[in-house]
Each structure stands twice: as C-alpha cells, then as structure tokens.
C-alpha cells in the first residue's frame, strides 16, 4: 500500500477513513470523537480548575495512541516525518539547547514534549482529515461559546471579567476572543463550502458577537486579517487575472495611504490603536519587548536555553515581574520567546519551518477544487498573526501542534497529488 493510499482520509476533504471491519467504525464514530473533546477541552483550558488532572490525562492519552499508530504504521510516519524535516529539526534543536541552557534538564525536558507535541499534529492529520477536524472543531466551539453566553446572560460571576466584558468558560476575555475567532474562521469555511448553512451562519454571528462583547483589540483585528486573508484567497482561485489587478490595486493604495499620511503627518499607527482601544505599549507589550531584546543582545545566536528565561535565577525575569507587577511567563509574542530563548539559530529553523506549511498549504489550495482547501492556509495565516501579540490558542501546548497538523495535513495532500499526477497518463 503507497503512502498515499493509506493517508486517504487527510488527502480527500470530503472523504472518511476507510473502515475494516466494525470496530474501525466504533473507533471513527464513537470513541475518537470523545477523546477529541476531551482533549480539546483540557488544553484549550475549558473549565480552568480541572486543568492539572485533565491535560495530563490527554497529553498521555495522546501520546499513547502515537505510540500505537507509529507501531502499527512506521512507514506513513517516516514520511510524514521526511516532508517536515525542518519542523522536527526545529523540534530537536529546542531540546538540544540543554547543553548551553541555563536550566538543562527543563531544556530538554521541554524540547522532548515539543518534539512529542509535533508528531501528535501529525497523528490527527493523519488519522482526521480535513473535513472531520474542521467540522470538529466547530462542534467544539460552537458548544463552549453558546455556554459562554449562556453563562454571560446569566451575569454567573465566573463569566464576567472584571470590566463586565464577557469571558466565559475561559479564564481570560483575549482567550474567549481568540477561540471566537478560530469558531468564525471554521464557520465561514464550511459556510461557503455548502455544509449545514443555518448551523454555520449561527456559528458566524455567535463568533462576532462575542469578539465584540469580549471587547477585545486583538480579537477585532484577527476577525479583520480572517476575512481579508479569505476574501483574497477565494479571488486569486477564482481569476488570476483579476488577482493580480487586485493585488497591484490594494499595493498601490497602501503606498499612496502611507505617503499621504507623512504629508499630513498623520500618526496611523496610534489612531488604529486608538480605536482597538490600545495605547502605543500595545497594553505593555513593547516594554516587555525591550527587556527581551536585552536579554537576547547577551546570547544572541543560540539563546538562554529553551523555556529558560522565566524559570531561571540568572536573567531578568524577576525584574520584569517587578516592573509589569505582573507573574509572567511569556512576552507575549511567540517568536521574541523563542529570539531569547533558543537565538538566532533556533528561530530562523522555526521561521523556515512556518514558511515551509505556509508553501504547503497554498499549493494545497491551489489545486484543490474544495472550498475547504484554503483553511490549512487561513489557518496557519491567523496563527501567525496571533503569535505577534499573544499566546496561541493551546496555552499548554504553544503554536507547534498548530503548526504541526497544517504541515502534516498538506504535506500529505501534496504527496497525493504528485503521486496522482505521475500515475496519470500521459
């Protein structure tokens, strides 16, 4: 059996796993939906005084089930492996910071579960596809936000933030935000693709209602990218000549927006932030900013060690706790994280990495007549944007089991097609 045969289910969006024998079928139906949720649930933080017992349970769970999907099918690994070469090696180089890290058991420690983390986005897109994690996903957070809602009607203190803005069954407005945002961007997907319109276009007004009740800057903006990253995408696949006319269009405009602005010197970029309800320290992020080009000015090529910076005695980390007032353990934004922590070296094989799915997935949508081709690209479009400014959206796990499932998922749809076109005559 070819490679491409038996990841079938990652390569057809439309299309199931291929059943052998009923207890293939329970497994598909029943018991991997469950485990889906839960897992879900305990790393997305839903319910926060469960996390400790839950996200240990399903990160085992789900390493396990690795363990017996590579057991079983090494060869579909091997090459799932092979095609995001640089995402593992990004992986490993992580957990071989541990010896220059300033904390090298924690290092390596955490560059094993990063390792880990990766091949279980491997795991689900393999064994998923498409269509079962995009409608999922939606399930998912269709439910957790109607209850937010609910709960927000309700005025249930626990779905309150401390401004009245709604929060949910999530600890945090920007959280509740930017799972608002993953539910739209799943939503409009499947709405345009024909599948269950009402349901859908209930789960885009739910969205946009809570990003706006959240009163959250960052979930406006990620709202904003979606649908312009979207609307851009189904234009391109539409005409290509008319892309290009656009393209050159909204080119065009933006330098005569900027010059226009220096003539009148308009401040832009503090009038955006102004109406997203920001001050210029984007609510202090550039202050953390400049602490970590300071720390990274001192090991700048290969870094502190991975994850070091916020538990190790010998940087500035308790300085910064004193300076925000504030217990933190990220600089809110994931690629000044990884500058410090793993340098120059360790970042620049993450960023080729991310370009490498960023190629995948659009030559994926490219020559996929499904409207569910673009949202691997959307997908890996709003996770990086994200990452700018905030943790990603799995708290516990960070951007490389996002990462991970859009790299496996289109590194597989592109073994297919190539092994289509070869096979076809000629």
Known sequence: MSFAETVSPVTMP?????????????????????????????????????VPATTNISWGAAYACLFWAIVRRPAVYIELARRNALLLLAALFCSCSAFWSLTPVLSFYSGILFVLNVLVGFLFAERLGVRRVVTWLFYFGFITQTISVALFIAKVPVALGPGGEIKGLFFHKNSLSMHASVLYLNSIVLLLSGWRRTLTAMGLLLAIAEILLSRSGTGLLMLTLITAVLSLCMISKANRAMSSVLFGTLAIAACLGLAFSM??????????????????????????????????????????????FWTSSETSASAIWILTGQMLTSF??????????????????????????????????????????????????????????????????????????????????????????HARPR
């Open 14 to 50: 439309s299309g199931k796993g291929t059943a052998v024998g009923g207890s293939r079928d329970r497994f598909d139906e029943v018991i991997l939906p469950v485990a889906f949720y839960f897992f879900m649930a305990s790393i997305c933080r839903v319910g926060i005084d469960l």
């Open 332 to 421: 809110h934004n994931i690629y000044v994280d990884r500058l410090v922590d793993v340098g120059i070296v360790g970042l620049g094989l993450l960023m080729a990495a991310q370009l490498r799915i960023f190629w995948t997935s659009w030559w994926f949508f490219r020559r996929n007549a499904s409207v569910l081709a673009v949202w691997p690209f959307l997908y890996m479009s709003f996770i990086s944007a994200l990452s700018l400014s905030e943790y990603p959206i799995f708290w516990n796990s960070e951007y490389q089991l996002l990462f991970s499932f859009a790299g496996a998922v289109t590194s597989v749809a592109v073994a297919h097609s190539q092994r289509s076109n």
């Open 263 to 308: 003539l009148v010197s308009a401040d832009i970029y503090s009038d955006i932030l102004a109406a997203l309800g920001k001050d210029d320290t984007l609510t202090g992020r550039t202050v953390l900013w400049d602490q970590a080009f300071n720390s990274f000015d001192q090991r700048p090529w290969l870094g502190v060690g991975f994850v070091s």
